[in-house]
């Protein structure tokens, strides 16, 4: 498949440039196409819009700088241009893309750890990679149709002072918790590489396969932590994952399965 890129107003960004970035890319479905935002508000929004017009599944949109980014229940994802890793990729799945998120993730975990191999990633459930209980990257996948838009934002090269005070003690970058600076392009390329191949083999046989590779870093396993639903908030020890992704939690000896929710671990364990 051809290859084709494109900047819009790009004024800088010669790090994440599209052309680069689709020559560090091997993979062949995933970054034929890639285009570079000086400015957006947030890189799932064109890429849904995007993938409406018809775009090709594929399809890679990455922001220099993200001003709304968006996270689970409409939480707003912090982002620096300088720093952060942004941006989303168009899927059109043939089986249910629920656990995309968590597939995202994987990639994502297992592609910083082999950049970092000092560094253990975290995977907190549902969308959430962290380092050491902080929180570096963010995920959200969303539906529209046929479409699936998978987005994740990445605290790359942020230095301490880049983030606000509220995110101090809760948030992280690649770069504080290992001490040295890191290629965005070449990151960027390496999880869609890593990413395509998840999915194959997903799209083949789900994502079972990928059970105990996803449970080896579930954040909290085997620790008691407190799950908020809308039908009301549950304790128990976080035991593992479903074939579906799904959260399992027991309980009084019996184990529940939670399809959505956030988690937290409960304080008397911090």
């Known amino acids: 498949m051809e290859k084709r890129s494109a900047a819009a107003g790009l004024s800088g960004g010669i790090e994440l440039h599209p052309a680069r970035i689709m020559n560090m890319i ?9 285009i570079l935002c000086e400015e ?3 890189t799932n929004r064109i890429a849904a819009e995007a993938a409406a017009g018809g775009a090709p599944e594929g399809t890679l ?6 001003y709304s ?10 982002s620096t241009e ?4 942004v941006f989303s990729i168009i899927l059109r799945p043939q089986e249910t893309p629920e656990s995309l998120t968590t597939l995202m993730g994987l990639a994502a975990a297992q592609t910083i750890d082999e950049f970092y191999p000092g560094i253990e990633t ?3 459930w549902p969308n959430d990679i962290f380092i050491s209980g902080t929180k570096v990257a963010g995920i959200l996948a969303e539906s529209r149709g046929k479409d699936v838009i998978v987005g994740i934002g990445i605290d790359v090269n942020e230095t301490e002072d880049d983030f606000p ?3 101090k003690s809760t948030a992280v970058s690649l770069r504080i918790a290992s001490g040295s600076k890191l290629d965005r392009g070449m990151l960027l390329a390496a999880i869609v ?3 395509e191949i998840l999915y194959t083999r997903w799209e083949m046989e789900g994502l079972s396969i990928f059970r105990f590779d996803i449970e080896k870093k579930l954040l909290w396993k085997g620790m008691e932590a407190s799950i908020e639903t809308g039908d009301g908030d549950f304790s128990g020890t976080v035991s593992g994952v479903t074939s579906e992704g799904y959260l399992r939690i027991r309980s009084n000896g019996e184990e529940r399965i939670f399809r959505a929710g956030d988690l937290s671990l409960r304080v008397e364990e911090r």
């Not at 949109?61 to 993200?66: D, K, S, T």
């Open 165 to 167: 005070v509220e995110l």
């Open 122 to 124: 975290s995977i907190k």
């Open 82 to 85: 300088a720093g952060s890793l």
């Open 61 to 66: 949109f990455v922001a220099l700088r993200q």
């Open 69 to 78: 980014g968006r996270g689970r229940k409409g939480r707003e994802w912090f």
């Open 40 to 42: 957006v508000d947030s």
């Open 193 to 195: 590489d890593r990413f």
């Open 26 to 34: 091997s993979a062949a479905r995933f970054g034929t196409t890639v």
